[in-house]
């Protein structure tokens, strides 16, 4: 099974039944006798780690056989850590040893610029060589390299690094966010969203999938943002994001 690299999932949909769906097609995704998950997300934005904490944390409870480890940064590596105690000891107990949240960063003076440790780190995963966490001094080395990577779609230098680095490596796109948001950023003109029109059928589909696999370049977002700021006034929206 090939994972689509643009996979959004918002935080309202994400019912018991559908994260098990979810968790299953993640697993499928990658290596039948090893299962090493990569997961990075936005570098300051708590709302971005909060809930793939949880989806982490139930990948691990469903699947003894899959390890995570988490590229996280200084400033939310505590935030993590507290979640993760929010499981309680027994809980947390089954999962810890497969678990390795990493802060690649140090602190982080310029807000706009990719974490450093980024790259490097990632190199030195997918080789089996030593990643050491900035916050804590420890070490992991020797792990498999990752057979899936989830990364926030907002991290765009990460998408690029795991393409460059592991091409083989299928990309789910982790987007949390209130449905109405989702849909009006991504959703079909019908839903009251602004995406391109041309999503909406299937030779438009194929051949915006024929422009990301050829690693083009797409002007998405600034088109988006056009029509989004057109549709607003005084700060409402001058349609409503969904329709009946």
């Known amino acids: 099974m090939i994972v689509p690299s643009h996979w959004w999932l918002s ?6 039944r559908t994260s098990q769906k979810v968790i299953s097609c993640v697993m499928e995704a990658t290596l039948t006798n090893h299962k090493h998950i990569f997961v990075h997300a936005h570098a300051f934005a708590w709302g971005h780690h909060k809930p793939l904490v949880a989806f982490v944390s139930r990948i691990l409870e469903s699947r003894p056989e899959a390890i995570v480890t988490y590229f996280a940064t200084t400033p939310v590596f505590s935030n993590i850590q507290n979640e993760l105690a929010r499981l309680g000891s027994a809980k947390y107990e089954i999962i810890k040893s497969r678990l390795n949240v990493i802060d690649i960063s140090g ?107 050829a690693g083009e370049r797409i002007e998405y977002w600034t088109i988006s943002l056009a029509r989004l700021l057109s549709s607003t006034m005084n700060g409402a929206l001058s349609r409503p994001c969904f329709r009946s």
Request: glycine residues 8%; aromatic residues 8%; contains cysteine.
């Open 11 to 16: 935080e309202t949909f994400l019912t018991h």
């Open 107 to 213: 602190p982080i003076t310029d807000i706009q610029a990719p974490p450093q440790g980024f790259v490097p780190g990632y190199v030195a995963l997918y080789k089996s060589e030593a990643v050491t966490c900035l916050s804590t001094g420890e070490t992991i080395s020797g792990l498999s390299p990752p057979t899936l990577a989830i990364i926030d779609p907002f991290c765009l230098y990460a998408v690029e690094t795991v393409r460059e680095v592991s091409k083989e490596v299928p990309i789910l796109s982790w987007w949390t966010a209130p449905a109405g948001a989702g849909l009006r950023l991504l959703g079909p003109q019908s839903l009251g969203g602004i995406s391109d029109p041309s999503l909406e059928t299937p030779e438009g589909r194929a051949a915006m999938k024929a422009k990301i696999l």
